[in-house]
């Protein structure tokens, strides 16, 4: 299908110079960040807010917890925002939104986890990725107090947490510790160097080259995230034996470069055996849960999330 009218109203924003330039540019990235939020009036559901702070191997890790205002159900979700790596917060819509709103749908605890942020020096690989790891941990450990049930426990993240839930998962099977009961993976950066799809390509060259994620936006991203680490056993999934990964649901973009990443590690991960779920945004580009569910296929996704938490 076409893409959704209110997000070709705001890619109408988005200036045609790469991310990498953008995100030299205080004022470009400014515009890039505006074109990709929705600025209609929109009230989130109402639920419980405390935060915390978590003992990780690197410092404190301050998590966000979201919880139903009648009580969790059962289920619940530790997730990670997306930022290539670089970027992101708690505050951004793809973090406090998308928590409030799977909080409340699914009647869920849900975690938000405050990664430390990559910075190609100091703060690099693996830091982003034990963080997560020892936010799961310890959200494990607890959730019976909150009333989740940690056998029901979810792994997820969108774009750049989508690659640290993946990774965080693979260490814990690694490890012979019980592994999350399902992933949720949002249009997940899984490669450094994108698979090619002339599907996905007709698609994607009609957007401007802000709102694109290419190879070479990945490679930057991957850049900074490794730093000078040349021992990096978890960033990358390409040489990764899938099959004991648990259950999940891939969402992926009509119009997002990194569909074809998605759509190749969802193959790879049914042939070595896992049970991995896919579902196509329709009319969508990358980012789009950083808009708010008056966007129809928002509204939809969400939902797709909430009852595969819950289920």
């Not at 019976?144 to 993240?157: E, I, K, S, T």
Request: proline share 7%.
């Amino acid at each position: 299908m076409s893409l959704d009218p209110y997000v070709a109203h705001r890619l109408a924003t988005v200036p045609d110079v790469s991310i990498e330039e953008l995100l030299k540019d205080p004022l470009q990235r400014k515009r890039i960040l505006e074109g990709s939020l929705d600025d209609r009036d929109y009230a989130p559901p109402a639920v419980t807010v405390t935060e915390e702070d978590v003992h990780g191997p690197h410092g404190p890790v301050r998590v966000r917890l979201y919880r139903p205002r009648v009580g969790v159900r059962g289920p619940g979700l530790v997730w990670a925002h997306g930022g290539g790596f670089l970027g992101g917060s708690l505050d951004m819509n793809e973090g406090d939104l998308v928590c409030r709103e799977l909080c409340h749908r699914a009647g869920a605890l849900v975690v938000s986890v405050d990664y430390h942020l990559a910075d190609g020096n100091t703060t690099t690989y693996p830091i982003p990725h034990q963080d997560v790891l020892a936010a799961y941990e310890w959200v494990r450990a607890r959730s019976r107090r909150w009333g989740a049930d940690p056998a029901r426990l979810a792994l997820g993240g969108a774009s750049a947490g989508g690659s640290l839930a993946v990774s965080a998962t693979l260490e814990l099977i690694d490890r012979g510790v019980a592994p999350p009961a399902r992933l949720l993976l949002v249009y997940p950066a899984l490669h450094d160097r994108l698979p090619e799809s002339p599907e996905v390509l007709a698609k994607t060259r009609t957007l401007p080259r802000g709102a694109r994620i290419q190879s070479s936006t990945m490679g930057y991203f991957f850049g900074v995230y490794r730093g000078k680490r040349t021992d990096t056993p978890y960033l990358s999934v390409d040489h990764r034996d899938l099959g004991s990964l648990p259950p999940g649901l891939l969402v992926v973009n009509e119009y997002d470069d990194l569909r074809a990443s998605g759509e190749a590690f969802a193959a790879r991960a049914r042939a070595c055996g896992a049970e991995l779920e896919v579902y196509l945004a329709r009319g969508m580009v990358h980012g789009h849960l950083g808009m708010t569910p008056l966007v129809p296929e928002v509204h939809a996704t969400l939902t797709e999330l909430a009852q595969y938490i819950a289920a």
